[in-house]
């Protein structure tokens, strides 16, 4: 995959999210049991309580394009990195905006700006520091076309 659009590096870093809500939990090797389970009857096993359906284990292969998405937030600021990863985790507006402290079109210009310089650095492109962040978004625009 040569060239990068917009799109696929915010679905890539949503897949990115996706798998690591569904890796296993660590968990501390701490104290056991030693003595055997309780066998319920048949009242106690049936029906109290919802089935708990749990999703399956990621595969190897998206394993490896989470980790590789992950490298990509180090392509920004620490500040965009947060609010980048924020908003891609599905966190509301209103609260990433409460969290940074800055209005709802500062947060998504700065979202838009964070996707932006990610597929810029993907492409091999050089982001303009010393121009402003439309003009590093319009940049990565024609780039999706």
Known sequence: MTDWTPEQVEERLEEAVDVLSRLPE??????????????RS???????HDPVMKRPWPSPASIDRMEEAL???????????????????KTPWKQI???????????????????AVITLRLNGRRVATRRSIEYVIEQAKPLSI
């Open 26 to 39: 660590e968990k501390v090797q701490g104290y056991f049991s030693a003595w055997p389970e309780i066998v």
């Open 42 to 48: 048949i009242h106690d096993a049936f029906g109290w």
């Open 71 to 89: 490298t990509w937030i180090r392509f920004l600021e620490l500040e965009d990195g947060k609010l980048v990863w924020a908003r891609v985790e």
């Open 97 to 115: 905006c409460w969290q940074f402290g800055i209005t709802r079109t500062t947060a998504n210009r700065r979202w838009q700006y964070g996707i």
